[in-house]
């Protein structure tokens, strides 16, 4: 027998009030979350349960995550962090740390019997829309103040599951501002101008915060998207969505010109520099509704 079951997490204002679930059916199911959190943090902590609650099944386990984030960093990117002790390629440290330790542990021995596959998220897969449900409803409670409920887990064993680790950035201290939302921000007629709107939200694209969030990243994208890669390749929207993630060196944006194109467009040319070279790139930022977003993007490897 293969144990079917899928994964996901939710984030009310990413980060903001946060749930994950996973999802086998009825009988078999698990929810929790914080009052604060983020949606990868939600997405991960979902795998992390469901394999802690399934460690004594004598049966395979098949993972259906609509995040290729978690996927990959399980699957592609962890025994590479690991090595370089739970630092990427650039020396920074890899973002929930303390969730991948867990993960990785709670892998151990089961790699033979444990497979993940990806599934488009909100696209009518029963399993996903209701993993889907349940996390978005734990996020809902803790916005109300309240806790959801924990749900039966693997054998009716409920909150007396194993312990799941919260967020590394589940609260923010008295002394930490709530983060800013980028669009609200920006839009304020007497804030930065539209050259320093765009900088700030191209730069935005270089964080693991954005990254590693596919949702922050489409939100920064014009639905007609398109980029010239460095390497030559033609990206689309779609396309980088499923592929983008953590940039395994740091990446520097250094402004060599922002002018406007258009009453609501922007052309930023700037350079990208890393320990393995420097690009010249081009992104061109339109607003609509007030809000800018990337249009087209290009990089050429500099002489």
Known sequence: MTIHAAADGSALGNPGPAGWAWYVDEDHWAAGGWPHGTNNQGELTAVLDLLQQTAGAD???????DSKYVINS???????WKRKGWKKGDGKPVLNVEIMKALDEAMTGRWDRVRFEWVKGHSGHVLNEEADRLANGAAT??????????????KGRGQDSPGHPAPATAAPTAAEAPEPDLF??????????????????ERSLLTDEVRSDPAAVAALLHPQWSEVGRSGRLWTREAILDEIGPLEEEA??????????GPDAMLLLWRSVTDSGSTLRSSLWVRERGHWQQLYHQGTAEA
């Open 59 to 65: 049966e395979d386990l098949v993972i259906l995550c």
């Open 184 to 201: 609200t921000t920006l839009a304020d007629d007497s804030g930065p101008s539209d050259a320093e709107q765009v900088i700030a939200l």
């Open 141 to 154: 409670a803790y916005q109300r103040g309240a806790v959801p409920d924990p749900g039966p887990g693997w």
């Open 74 to 80: 399980v699957t592609q990117w962890m025994a590479g």
């Open 252 to 261: 520097s944006l250094d402004v060599l010109s922002c002018m406007p194109v």
